[in-house]
């Protein structure tokens, strides 16, 4: 079994709790410190599998309490509530799999949390300012756009595209406003399907074989979905700004289901024809940078309610 070190089984309580926090002091630098939190649920997850879950989970509570009293002296508490729903996710995962969920409650339970936690942020956000949440998320929009634009102020552009660029803030902000819920959604599945992925290999190497993460190239979306994308898709074309906020939203968080079963077939297709893993990440590089590929990719998992992709790949598998 690979030793993992400091992760490795029977770590003494205060290495966990240094582990943790670390993690949690870490993921407040700015900039740098977003990797550390994105990172955060797979490092909780790591531990919890392969530590006392519930020794990981102290040791995590003490930290996030360490870590509060700190921030409480500097009069900047709130980011304890992303570290602390970042943490839940891992812990979530850990439970998850051990209580051998499918992989559907292994990445949705971990979500919600993280969910839970933005929605939180902006309502109690927007209390402290006397604005509406949604005020709230314009406001923080707006302020990152605005900082888009000073950083291209600084590239050798032509003083026309700068100009034009700040005369179209207001659509900018009302774009992303605009679609902001489902970048929520689409950001928390994300980072909680690569923590669960990575998650997964590293566990692999320590030798820990978990039967739901396994079959993770397996994975379909619900068939009912297929109900939410249609009906978002053609709420798209109503005039009714309301509807069609609805249904830009349920449109694109399905298509983002549907480029994760694309990806899971793509998966697939890697370990039945035993791609080499540089080839593997050279193409998922390619299929993250290039938006046709994207759509390509959603596009299979799509259609393969009906077609079924992986059935072929076993045939091929088979007459080999």
């Not at 998320?137 to 595209?161: C, F, R, T, W």
């Not at 980072?191 to 190497?205: D, P």
């Not at 298509?255 to 994760?260: G, I, M, T, W």
């Amino acid at each position: 079994m690979t030793n993992f070190n400091a992760f490795s089984t029977a770590s003494p309580f205060i290495r966990l709790l240094l582990i943790i926090t670390f993690f949690l002091a870490a993921s407040l630098i700015p900039f740098v410190g977003l990797l550390f939190l994105a990172v955060l649920p797979l490092v909780v997850f790591l531990l919890g599998m392969l530590n006392d879950p519930m020794k990981t989970l102290i040791a995590l509570l003490s930290g996030l309490c360490i870590t509060l009293v700190i921030l409480s002296f500097m009069h900047a508490a709130l980011p304890v509530i992303t570290l602390a729903a970042m943490g839940l996710a891992g812990v979530l995962m850990t439970r998850a799999t051990v209580k051998n969920y499918s992989i559907n409650s292994i990445i949705l339970l971990p979500s919600f949390a993280i969910l839970a936690a933005i929605a939180f942020y902006f309502i109690y956000g927007g209390f402290e300012l006397s604005i509406s949440p949604w005020q709230l998320v314009e406001k923080h929009i707006a302020e990152a756009v605005d900082m888009n634009i000073k950083l291209y102020s600084q590239l050798p552009l032509g003083p026309e595209e700068i100009k034009s660029l700040k005369e179209s803030k207001p659509e900018i902000v009302q774009l992303f406003s605009g679609i902001f819920p489902a970048l929520c959604v689409i950001a928390a599945l994300f980072t909680i399907w690569i923590n669960v992925i990575i998650g997964n290999r590293l566990l692999s190497k320590a030798g820990i074989t978990a039967s739901a993460l396994s079959a993770m190239s397996e994975w379909k979306a619900p068939n009912w979905l297929v109900w939410f994308f249609i009906a978002g898709g053609g709420l798209c074309f109503i005039p009714q700004i309301y509807i069609r906020f609805f249904g830009i939203n349920i449109f694109l968080i399905a298509s983002f289901v549907y480029l994760l079963q694309g990806l899971a077939i793509v998966s697939f297709f890697f370990q039945n024809k035993n791609i080499s893993m540089f080839f593997r990440w050279l193409i998922y590089f390619l299929i993250a940078i290039q938006q046709i590929l994207m759509i390509a990719i959603a596009a299979v998992g799509f259609f393969d309610i009906w077609i079924d992709f992986r059935k072929y790949f076993r045939k091929d598998q088979a007459t080999n």
